[in-house]
């Protein structure tokens, strides 16, 4: 069940986000009438005579971020995010990214990513990665998304009252390489390894028969529940038409990838995974790129065996770290995890260097001990976003957003885009 008024504001966000873009597209030709030079955050410092030397366009775009921020997982947090932009050679080479961020929180979180996305050979190979080492605190919450009642049954519920705090360490190391074997169509294979340690389950309290849902799911599938690995293997198939891998603005991009962890050793069992991922972008308006509706859905599925607890699909965790804008990273947990979201990019200034985003997405995960479906329940939530042009070439924004959920909010401050 959902709350009725929630679930009304969510479709309404979905009507307006099309009707706003027809709105657009048919308007385009009275809005985009003004003759502004595209101008881009590092210009703005730049002496008025060097904006009038017309220069090549880059091929390679590099940016350091001091972090200063906050998230609903992490709390106030401060460090330094990079990322680095380049193209390959080759008449149709697109842009790759290479990204590193180190940062530490008020939780006494130590969080470093590393994240590839590169395109090499002229678009012919085809790299991903997802590295991860955290020292990490992180909430649980239970499984299913039917976690969060509706008002109607508990006016007085919070998140608070199903938090059950855990600290923990975690190294990812996920990589895959595809080759192109026609067209967009690549196929490829992956490496993904898993490992968790020092996991303390703050309120676990065994004596006194005080239970949590870490350790109910891993007692009983046989797991230990202060140390466990998910390793394996991957197919991956691969089809990407977009014209920017950091910005698109039209174009699909499709991603299957069937994932085999086999049982090398006491403290993890045999299991198979499902991943399978689109993203759809169609450009608005012939005049101005800017206007953009993209969709983004993945479905992730535990497909035989079991994975421990903190392994099982869960929101936030993609890639990017990007997914369910709104909720707490890991809030809505399952045996299969399902996740859909819609955004409307649009220009504010005419020069292209703020622009906005609408957006909307909703979650749904399953429990099999209790017999909770996939889609029987969805967590709705929806937003708005302001972007700052930081570089022309590579199209690439700073992005703020704040979203809304059912009893949750969130802001959240990045380079490049969600999608």
Not at 42 to 63: M, Q, R
Request: glycine share 8%; proline share 3%.
């Amino acid at each position: 069940m959902i709350r009725y008024s929630f679930v009304n504001f969510f479709l309404t966000c979905l009507v307006l986000l099309s009707f706003q873009g027809k709105i657009v597209a048919q308007n385009t030709s009275e809005i985009e009438t003004v003759n502004c030079p595209e101008k881009s955050l590092p210009e703005l410092f730049k002496k008025k005579d060097s904006l009038l030397v017309v220069k090549p366009s880059k091929s390679n775009f590099f940016i350091i971020i001091p972090v200063i921020g906050s998230q609903p997982a992490t709390g106030f947090m401060y460090g330094v995010t990079s990322q680095y932009t380049f193209k390959g050679k080759g008449a149709e080479a697109k842009y790759s990214t290479l990204s590193l961020g180190v940062n530490y929180t008020e939780k006494k979180q130590l969080i470093i990513n590393f994240k590839n996305n590169v395109m090499l050979m002229n678009n012919r190979i085809t790299f991903s990665g997802d590295w991860r080492y955290y020292i990490f605190t992180q909430a649980n919450y239970g499984l299913g998304t039917d976690i969060i009642p509706t008002v109607r049954i508990n006016d007085n519920f919070t998140i608070d009252d199903i938090t059950e705090p855990m600290d923990y360490n975690y190294l990812k190391f996920h990589q895959t390489v595809s080759w192109r074997v026609k067209g967009n169509f690549y196929v490829g294979t992956g490496i993904h390894i898993d490992q968790y340690s020092e996991i303390n389950d703050n309120n676990l309290d065994i004596e006194n028969e005080i239970f949590t849902a870490h350790y109910n799911y891993n007692t009983a599938n046989g797991f230990s529940n202060s140390e466990y690995y998910v390793n394996g293997l991957s197919l991956n198939l691969l089809y990407d038409s977009r014209d920017n891998q950091i910005n698109s603005n039209s174009g699909l991009f499709g991603n299957i990838n069937v994932r085999m962890n086999p049982a090398l050793n006491n403290n993890q069992k045999p299991s198979s995974m499902l991943y399978t991922e689109l993203r759809y972008f169609i450009p608005l308006s012939k005049t101005n790129k800017q206007h953009v509706l993209g969709f983004w859905t993945y479905g992730q599925f535990v497909t035989s065996g079991v994975v421990p607890y903190l392994n099982l699909p869960a929101i936030g965790w993609d890639q990017r770290s990007r997914a369910g804008k709104g909720y707490v990273q890991g809030l809505f947990r399952g045996n299969d995890l399902y996740y859909f979201e819609m955004e409307y990019r649009f220009p504010i200034s005419c020069n292209q260097l703020i622009s906005g985003t609408l957006f909307s997405n909703f979650t749904s995960a399953s429990d099999t001990d209790r017999n909770i479906k996939l889609l029987q329940y969805i967590q709705p939530a929806a937003g708005v976003g302001l972007r700052i042009l930081i570089d022309k070439a590579t199209r690439t924004n700073l992005i703020a957003n704040y979203a809304w959920g059912i009893q949750s909010k969130a802001f959240y401050l990045n380079a490049g885009e969600t999608f």
